[in-house]
């Protein structure tokens, strides 16, 4: 039998048995006078809801690091181990994992829209089972409005059985697939066998100081052991290995760093302006560069890395690419692990930390977004400690292809940096940037506009250098010298800006 099937049909079937006695008067009679009716309902809302959650980030997870290349996706491999190779993954867990694995207009992401609030159906449905099973929410009279809010969650959980109509799990040759449109994804090691022949086991976790995994039947729900670890090991080492590598590994720009430096010519002027801008102590902090694509934003960027570090000027910047290397989240990790690994510094960084959780935090980057931007922040605010050569110079932060940060994740906005937040994720205050931290963001000019397409509210100070917002492709002065140590005609330097569409 299919499991999907199973669970979405118990759980319609009590619905629909119990649909007129769901809202108003009826409700509180239910609770009143039938708890048990309404607790079977629950049990198999939240029963069907965890195995659609469960089911649906193994299958995007197995899809990813089937086609993916794992030693470039370093932040998917830690939010993999983070959140499996716990002792129990929750369904929190598992909500993460789903997001991390999600792709940009999928039918997974489709299928969860976010709310008002910014949150998913899936963030709700997670909180409130975490506070039923532990009856902060209970069925109780008093708390009417949780549980009507719970059951219309439920409903909602129970639309996401159209993701699983279109394939079935199949097993073949004693591994387990997802077999959809004709397509087979392999779903092993996280879908098993197990005890009961013929049936699909999910992993659930690591026990036994993580030595021993156990799997759950996703019908009837015994677990069971596998027969050896191999197939998780086998699945958890490569990552292991490849996320050792740290930052040198993970993110490298070295070769698009040489690329641009072999194509870049004629912006001395913008690569000027821009260091004269970060060494100028001004209090505008955030400087935008953007344009239509194809004008050098990514070459210009490079060259002032350039300048910059040559001057013993601190620089840390990360260029949007492919991948999750794509996401904000991914950024935040780059710069952690860029500020520890900056040279002369006895490997301690630009970071001095001395607080023995904080320390344990940068051990263990934290999977959780905000949780990885409070970390940033109190790296940024209260432990850059600079050596004697980077003395009284700015630090500089670099993210050049913001447009591009949105392709992993389109729910992370750079915005997200400059909260405080609560215990609940909720923005409280602004964040401030330190005074001596300068910004430099590039992206491409939005339709409408260039300047619409950087939005920050009033938390930052904005540079303006006219040439440089929007950045306009070479002028004639810059072509001509460019080309000058060759001899071309002047038909040719014609041709040349022509084709290139310079002004």
Known sequence: MNPFVKYHERYQS???SL???????????????????????????????????????VIQMSKKLHDGDSSNDALFMKQVMDNLRETLPSDTNWKNLWYASMQ?????????????EKTTMLDRFVTFRNKFVHQYIRLVPEQINDISKGLELLQLMSSLYGLFEGGRIIQLEGKYYWDEAGVQLELHPFVQAGDQEGLPYLFQGLYENKAKAKFINTLFGDETEPKNNTPIDDKFSPMQQALRGGAGQVFDHSERMQYYRECFVGREREVDAVVEW?????????????????????????????????MQVPVMY????????????AVLYHFIMQGRKMPAMNGAGIWKVEDELLQRKMERLPSRYFDAIKL????????????????????VVVID???????????????????????????????????HVKWIFTYRAMPGGAK????????????????????????EDAVRSALSPFGVSEEFIQAVMEKGAVS
């Open 452 to 475: 619409n397409g950087f939005k920050l509210g009033g938390r930052f100070a904005l540079a303006e250098i006219p040439f440089l917002q929007p950045l306009l492709g070479l002028n």
């Open 278 to 310: 970060v060494m100028s102590g001004s209090d505008k902090n955030v400087l935008p560069v953007f344009s239509e694509a194809g004008m050098g934003k990514g070459a210009l960027t490079a060259a002032c890395i350039d300048k910059l570090t040559s």
């Open 19 to 57: 649909e007129n006695q769901l809202q108003g008067e009826a409700l509180v009679s239910l609770i009143e006078n039938e708890p048990a009716k309404l607790n079977n309902l629950f049990m198999a809302g939240m029963g069907m809801s965890t195995l659609f959650l469960r089911m649906g980030a």
């Open 401 to 435: 292809g913001l447009d591009e940060a949105a392709v992993a994740n389109g729910q992370l906005r750079i915005s997200d940096w400059f909260y405080t937040y609560n215990d609940k994720d909720e923005p409280e205050e602004d964040w401030i940037s330190p005074s």
């Open 376 to 395: 940033f922040q109190t790296l940024m605010s209260g432990c850059y400690h600079p050596p004697a050569k980077y003395a009284n110079k700015p630090l």
């Open 318 to 329: 990360h260029f949007c690419g492919s991948g999750m290397a794509n996401s904000l989240h």
């Open 14 to 16: 009590i619905y629909q």
């Open 104 to 116: 940009e207009d999928s039918k997974w992401q489709k299928a969860i829209p976010m709310g008002q």
